[in-house]
Structure formats: C-alpha cells, structure tokens
C-alpha cells in the first residue's frame, strides 16, 4: 500500500496530492472514470455511494451522493477539456457548502508498471482551502486510496497475463 502525500502551503489556495499505485495507468484512468468503478472505492467506507450522473467528457457534468445513517453528502462537477489517461480536469463542488467551487487536475504518470496519481486542486481563497483541509478530508482520500489499491489488485488479478505489462 502506497502513502499519499498531502501538501497545503500556508497562505496558497491550492492542495497537492500524489500517491503511487501498483497499477498500471490504463487501470487507474478507468477507475476513476467507469461509474460502477468509481462507486467501489472513491471516499471513505462508512458511506455508501451513489452516481447519479458521470458524463466523462468535455463540457459532461458529474453529481455523486454518500450517504450513511446520518444524511447524505453531495458533490457535483463538471470536466473540461477531454479526460483521457494522460490527464483529467474538473471542477468539484460540496453542496453542503455551496459557492465554494475548486478546480482540479489529476495526472496519471507510469513507471515500469506503476502509476503515480498527481492532483492539484486550486481554491477560491486559502480560507476555503483551509476549510477543506479541517473537514477530513486526509482521512477519507487516504481511507478511498486504500479500497482503490485493493480494487487495483483485484482487476490486475482479472487481467490475462500477457496483458499485465
């Protein structure tokens, strides 16, 4: 299991994320975009999620819900540009906090192999950044990375093996 770095600089608006995978790029490009994939692994385990809409093409809008005992938590977007492997670009709004909308960019770089994840989402002030910081947010990517490498391991375990790299 890899460790996700987290970097929020004091006095920027923006967060960097990377964590590597032992996955080949392919397999996480379509973990993040195939809805029945992403609703296996994106957020923490306590919630169950649900896709609502995940258009993954320029201008597509997506809205996802995750939802335990206590409510449900929504988050929407739209991508822009055209998502492929080489990178995906989207907005990324918590409906609980309306206005406070961020812009991220995730690359997927891949070595002998293995794919390192690089986000970096840029707010609309450090207060919002700040705010989603303090909400948990460390915890539930680290939680969702962990369900995504075991994920990883079980569509690498699918794959014939002359298609394993």
Same mark, same amino acid.
Request: aromatic share 10%; charged share 25%.
């Given at each position: 299991?890899?460790?996700?770095? &987290?970097?929020? /600089?004091?006095?920027?608006?923006? &967060? ?6 032992? #996955? ?6 379509? #973990? ?11 957020? /923490?385990?306590?919630? +169950?999620? &649900? ?14 819900? $995750? ?8 988050? $929407? ?12 670009? !989207?907005?990324? +709004?918590?409906?609980?906090? /309306? ?9 997927? +770089? ?8 690089? &986000?970096?989402?840029?707010? !609309? ?5 700040? #705010? ?27 794959? /014939? #093996?002359?298609?394993?790299?």
């Amino acid at each position: 299991m890899g460790t996700t770095q &987290i970097t929020a /600089p004091p006095g920027q608006p923006f &967060i960097e994320m990377s964590r590597e995978f032992d #996955a080949p790029r392919e397999l996480l490009y379509r #973990a993040h975009t195939d809805p029945d994939l992403l609703v296996r692994w994106l957020g /923490p385990r306590k919630y +169950e999620m &649900i896709v609502e809409r995940y258009e993954v093409r320029d201008g597509g809008r997506y809205r996802y819900i $995750h939802r335990d005992a206590n409510g449900e938590y929504a988050f $929407h977007g739209v991508f822009h540009g055209d998502p492929s492997p080489d990178g995906i670009t !989207q907005t990324f +709004e918590f409906e609980g906090a /309306p206005g406070h909308v961020s812009l991220e960019t995730m690359t997927l +770089e891949e070595r002998a192999g293995r794919t390192t994840v690089r &986000i970096h989402s840029v707010y !609309q002030s450090v207060e919002a950044r700040d #705010a989603m910081v303090e909400s948990g947010m460390a915890e539930g990517v680290n939680d969702g990375y962990a369900r995504l490498d075991d994920l990883l391991a079980e569509l690498s375990a699918r794959q /014939p #093996a002359a298609s394993r790299g």
